[in-house]
């Protein structure tokens, strides 16, 4: 029977000379790669004192967007939070009060929304489902926590700062 491919070789059953058996080419080449390796450039960054260049298409943290006159985008419509596969977002929607028409856009708000990063695969699909451009994903990228709760961002962490209070 022939084997499907033709990686198959025979095995040498020659006895061993005395500089195989001191494992002297074996170690020679090993050193002949690590001296080749020396001199070349490393694949790692130094991270806190360099940053590492990103694609123009990465995707990062996400972020709640303000329109031009400060008031949040998202009307809760909740097509994000259906196109996410990992069902990362979770929202509640609520009706506009009287007298905060210059806090909401529309007549429904976000009430509560919260995004939870452990489970977010970064696929965009939350972001490519909005209509009113609310969700967008940054270019940074997630910090480290060491617990839980800290990767559950609520509205207020994804919630870009206001423009007149910013200044």
């Not at 990992?86 to 007298?99: L, P, Q, Y």
């Not at 909401?104 to 009430?111: G, L, P, V």
């Not at 509560?112 to 972001?127: D, S």
Request: aromatic residues 10%; hydrophobic residues 35%.
């Amino acid at each position: 029977m022939q084997a499907l491919t033709n990686r198959a070789k025979a095995v040498d059953r020659r006895p061993m000379t005395l500089a195989e058996k001191m494992y002297i080419p074996a170690i020679a080449k090993g050193m002949g790669i690590t001296f080749k390796h020396l001199f070349q450039k490393k694949a790692t960054v130094s991270f806190p004192e360099k940053t590492r260049d990103f694609s123009p298409v990465f995707r990062g943290l996400h972020v709640l967007n303000r329109d031009e006159e400060g008031r949040e985008r998202c009307t809760a419509c909740g097509l994000c939070a259906v196109a996410c596969p990992a069902e990362a977002i979770t929202m509640e929607a609520a009706e506009r009060k009287e007298g905060e028409e210059n806090l909401y856009r529309e007549e429904k708000y976000a009430a509560k929304y919260e995004i939870n990063m452990l489970r977010c695969i970064f696929c965009g699909f939350c972001e490519e489902a909005c209509p009113k451009d609310a969700v967008y994903m940054s270019e940074t990228f997630a910090p480290a926590n060491y617990q839980r709760k800290g990767f559950i961002y609520g509205k207020d962490d994804l919630l870009i700062p206001h423009p007149k209070e910013g200044k």
